[in-house]
T-cell receptor
């Protein structure tokens, strides 16, 4: 069964460093998303991406964040200068236009 | 803006019994979708079931059913014949637009209900 793949599963980084979280969406999907979940809290929307551009972004998604689809398969989330409060589980999701989105297994980001 | 409310932080159910997890939502948009996701302790988000606002019948997927009451704005998840493997966090979520409009529609999540299945 096709699935969304995220790498790495766990990343530890020092405050102020740049991180890139990688995602390979399901191959025929056109809609891509990033969500985050701070430990013990609800899942929050960050950004959606369609037709090679951002469709919508939340107020969390400030200038420190960027997304890219560098080739036909990868979808990346970059955090330019990480802060302690960026520590969270980051989920990539994709959809082919039918309502349900399929999530990857997540990347746990720890900023120290 | 849309909002999802899950008022049960935790629930216990005995194995083989049925359990209902509550979810209410708020939106002024007539076209929306309601979802339930399961998050086991390993952390991944597993899609369980979907209900569109225009769907006439309640959605069912195996042991999962969604009790959709539009007038009450509720979308409760019913799990029948609970199993130990059902122990997990359950999230209700909503998106606006139920059809492909050429734009990506985000999910808004509730705070979740932790379900514990006991012997």
């Amino acid at each position: 069964e096709p699935e969304v793949t995220q790498t790495p599963s766990h990343q530890v980084t020092q405050m102020g460093q740049e991180v890139i979280l990688r995602c390979v969406p399901i191959s025929n999907h056109l809609y891509f998303y990033w969500y985050r979940q701070i430990l013990g809290q609800k899942v929050e929307f960050l950004v959606s991406f369609y037709n090679n551009e951002i469709s919508e972004k939340s107020e969390i998604f400030d200038d420190q964040f960027s997304v890219e689809r560098p080739d036909g398969s990868n979808f990346t989330l970059k955090i330019r200068s990480t802060k302690l409060e960026d520590s969270a589980m980051y989920f990539c999701a994709s959809s082919d236009g039918v309502p349900e989105a399929f999530f990857g297994q997540g990347t746990r980001l720890t900023v120290v | 803006a849309q909002k999802i409310t899950q008022t049960q932080p935790g629930m216990f159910v005995q194995e083989k019994e049925a359990v209902t997890l509550d979810c209410t939502y708020d939106t002024s948009d007539p076209s929306y979708g309601l979802f339930w996701y399961k998050q086991p302790s390993s952390g991944e988000m597993i899609f369980l079931i979907y209900q569109g606002s225009y769907d006439q019948q309640n959605a069912t997927e195996g042991r999962y059913s969604l009790n959709f009451q539009k007038a009450r704005k509720s979308a409760n998840l019913v799990i029948s014949a609970s199993q130990l493997g059902d122990s997990a966090m359950y999230f209700c979520a909503m998106s606006l637009r139920t059809i492909n409009t050429g734009t990506a529609s985000k999910l808004t999540f509730g705070t979740g209900t932790r379900l514990q299945v006991t012997l």
